[in-house]
Every structure is written in structure tokens, then in C-alpha cells.
């Protein structure tokens, strides 16, 4: 590892806005966002930094220097990543400092279009909900200080007095070489470590890992709908981002809690295994999304995840989602949020659902010998703010299931069914696995059958709705005459089935041959 010894550089604030504006210095949004200041944020560096009193350096790798001690045989990737924007006509990757960059880009910035209203200072000739006959001086909203020695030679109010002033101002920028891409996300991180970076912007300064990419521009792709559900702040400080990984951990981690830790852990072993599956999904839910246009509002993160879920779900039960299921979906979501029409989850009884939930509380209420937990019932609104525990999943997604089933039984198009004449439809099973209370039938010398989680109650791999008295003897398909049961049970039963039919068979032959002797 080879990062060199900085090197300062002092310009006046003119000639490094020249550097920007010319396109000289490259934005690297693997460890940068596009926006992280408001507008106290903008007005504060710009009443600081004219009294001298933002001193804190423009950081930034020199590409030049960096391509010269870079190993290019040993690292050629890394070489072509700096070769790439020397073509291109970068002489700079900015580190950090980009928010300072845009305040400074927005506040010099003639054109109307184009200059930053945020960053304009109040009583300099324009002011923005300024308050002069409560407070003097000059200051963000707000945040007024008083006039000082530093203002004195400015011609009073007059904005493009402060604008000469401040390029006047020096500026330093702090070199860097460095022989690796991932050294600038180190260097990143150190230098905002004591800053408040969230989650996600520490996340995906980890440059090195696939993830980071793949999800950020998986977050481009999807920028009106993330934006609408996240908030325009939200996006701003990778909100996006943070909500698909959430979706990438549904996938990846089906019955863990969504945590901190374990997304951290997506990102660190760079898990991208289930990627695609994860990609599939979140188009088919954002493509759902996408069709509500601004009624979209209502629909907040926790939302979206129970929605992917839900498609998710259906997609893996081969139950095919239709042209009115969006509808349905956000009337559904948004007769569950009103207060007058919203119903309770029926949170009774459910089971743990796999050893990855370490749930303390959830595990004291644990019954040892069915492995079920009791469990208070809410409101949907108020289950949304348990999103995070797996424990809660499949109660939810349960609730959406039973809410769609019944609307799809009024409403052909919401989702299709399989052959009704043959097999069990997706509402049939569901009702048949309710009426077993959730379990497998009891066997001989069985007081309760094992549990059928919701999660594989359409997993053919795991489970069949089979009909009890056999269909090709007049068996009818219906709720009572069908039984949910394991793959195993199932090719048992079928295997006795045909054995029975086998041995029938040789005896009705046995039977004819003796009937033909005696004749």
C-alpha cells in the first residue's frame, strides 16, 4: 500500500472555481454524495468562510501523480481507473469537499438557472426570509451574528461587493497520490470519522465491493420512484441506496433481522450470490410503483418492503400478478393506514421460524414444546415500525396474503390462478392450510402435525395441497376434500397410491384368469 505525503496547495477562491468549472476535478459518487448540506448547512460555510473561519482544506487525488507510482502490471484495474479520467480530461478525483465546491459553484453563479437560492446570504441585496427588523448582521436564517470588521469595506447590501470579497478568499487543497482506487474511500472515511456520515454513505465508501456499485446504480435507475417514497433529502443522502439493500437483504437473508450489522454484512462479503433474484423483484415492485405517478406519496419505505415481499412471494408461488393488482394494492394500503377503516393483524400465535432470529423478548414467550410464541396484536401502521424484525414477516405478508385472496375472489384481475378443474388454487391452499391451523395434518401416534410456515406454503419443493380423496376416483378440488402436506408425505401417499392400484390391478387379472378356467 502506497499513499503519499500530502502536499498543500493555496489558491484564491477564483482560480479554483476556474478548475471546477472547467470540469477539471472529477465527482466519484462510490464515496461521495451528490448533496449532503441544507441550506443553514450552505449559508453558515459561506458567513464563515468570508471571515476566514472555515479553514478546512479542499481534499483531493492528483490523478497524474497517482498513475506515476502505480504498479501497472500488478494493478492493472487500478491503473485504468486514473488512465480513464486523465483521458477524459480530469487533472483531480475530489476526495472531499464536494458540498463546498457546489455552495461555492451556487453562490458565484450569474445564471439565474443555474446559481443555488440557498446559498444566498441575508442583507447582502438578496435576501431570503431574512429577518432585518429583529436581527442585524449578516448570517444564515436564523443563525445571525453580528456585523464585524471583516464587512466594514463592503458597500452596505450590495451582493456583488461579497462576491469580490470572497474571491478574494484563499482556499487550500490537499494532494494526495495514491497507488490503489480503494485508498481514496480510506482516506474518506478517516477524514470524516468524528463527522456524521449515515449508514449508507460509510457503506459505500467501501469502493472495492461489486455491492456498492450494483446498487447504486440500481438506485439511478429507479431515482423518480426512490425519490417519491425516500424524500428528496432522503435520496440526497443515499436513502435509496439504504432501501434496496434492504430488498437485496429480504433475498439474501430471509429470516434474520434487518439491522445495521447485517447489512454491514452485505457490503463486507461483498453478497451478491442472490443479486439477480433480488434485481428481479425490485424491478417488478418499483414497476408497480412506478404506474402510481404522484400517488405514490402515501407510500413510505416500510411500505415498499412489505410490497416486495408480497411480489416477491407470489412470484416464487408461480402466481402471476395482473393488470389491477397495483390498484388494489395502494386502495388497500391506504384503507390500512386511515384510522376509520383500518383493521387489526391477527398477531395471535405464530413460530420461530428459524435459528437466525435471536429475538430475547420473542424467545421468553416461546413455548418449548411447539416452538409457538404469543404475540400482541397491532395496527398495520404501528407493525410497520417492527420492519426490521424477521419475527414480524411472515405476519404481515400472511395479513397482505389473506387480504389479496379474498379481493381476488370478486376480481379475476388481480392474479392468476393455476387449473381449477385439476389443481388447488393459490386461495384454495391458503384456506386449506388456515383450516389446519397452520400445521400439517396429525399422523398415527401424532398429537399436533409439524407447523407449515407461510414463507414455504407455496414451495412445491416443500410442500403439496394434495386432495384427500383421490381426484381420479371422483375426488372433488375443493376446500374440503384438499390437504396441505410435506413433498415427502406427498410422494409417500402417491407412492401407495400406485401400489394399491398395482396390486388391485394383478388381482382383478388373477380373478378373470380363474373366472376363463371355470368357464
Known sequence: MYINEWNDTTLEVRDWLKWLREDKVKLDLGFQSRKRWDKIDKQLFLYNF??????????????????????????????????????????????????????????????????????????????????PGKTEGYGPDNIRFKKDRTFKDLTAN?????????????????????????????????????????????????????????????????????????GKKGLERRGGDELLAKLHHYVTYENKDLTKTSIDDLYIFDEISRWKAAVKYINRTFGILKKFGSSVKPVNP???????????????????????????????????????????????????????????????????????????????????????????????????????????EANSNLITHTDPERLYTAGQTFAIWLKQDKRELPQEGEKEGKLIPITNLFDTTLYQTDHRHEHSRGGPTTIENGEVMSIERHNAKTKQMYTDLSENAVKSVTVSELETLAA
Open 50 to 131: 468570508a471571515q476566514n473561519i472555515a479553514p478546512s482544506k479542499i481534499v483531493v487525488c492528483h490523478i497524474e501523480n497517482s498513475l506515476a507510482q502505480i504498479d501497472k502490471n500488478k494493478y492493472p484495474d487500478d491503473y485504468a481507473y486514473f488512465y480513464t479520467l486523465k483521458k477524459e480530461g480530469y487533472v483531480y478525483v475530489i476526495i472531499d469537499g464536494n458540498n463546498r465546491d457546489n455552495c461555492l459553484l451556487g453562490f458565484f453563479e450569474d445564471d439565474p438557472k443555474l446559481s443555488d437560492p440557498e446559498c444566498l446570504l441575508p442583507e447582502t441585496g438578496k435576501q431570503i426570509k431574512g429577518k
Open 158 to 230: 450590495l451582493y456583488v461587493d461579497l462576491q469580490k470579497h470572497l474571491l478574494s478568499r484563499k482556499v487550500t487543497i490537499c494532494e494526495y497520490a495514491v497507488t490503489e482506487v480503494t485508498q481514496l474511500g480510506l482516506i474518506f472515511d478517516a477524514i470524516q470519522r468524528g463527522k456524521s456520515l449515515n449508514d449508507q454513505e460509510r457503506r459505500n465508501s467501501w469502493v472495492v465491493y461489486d455491492i456498492t456499485e450494483m446498487i447504486r446504480n440500481l438506485s439511478t435507475a429507479h431515482e423518480d420512484i426512490l425519490k417519491a417514497v425516500c
Open 302 to 408: 416500510a411500505n415498499v418492503l412489505d410490497l416486495f415481499d408480497l411480489v416477491m412471494y407470489l412470484g416464487k408461488s408461480s402466481i402471476k400478478i395482473e393488470k389491477g393488482f397495483g390498484v388494489w394494492w395502494l386502495g388497500t394500503l391506504l384503507k390500512l393506514k386511515d384510522k376509520n377503516l383500518a383493521d387489526d393483524l391477527y398477531f395471535e400465535k405464530w413460530y420461530i421460524g428459524s435459528k437466525d432470529i435471536k429475538d430475547k423478548e420473542l424467545l421468553e414467550k416461546t413455548d418449548p414444546n411447539t416452538g409457538e410464541y404469543l404475540i400482541e396484536r397491532w395496527m398495520y401502521k404501528d407493525t410497520t415500525n417492527e420492519v426490521g424484525k424477521a419475527s414480524g414477516r411472515p405476519q404481515r405478508l400472511e395479513h397482505w396474503m389473506k387480504l389479496l385472496l379474498e379481493a381476488a
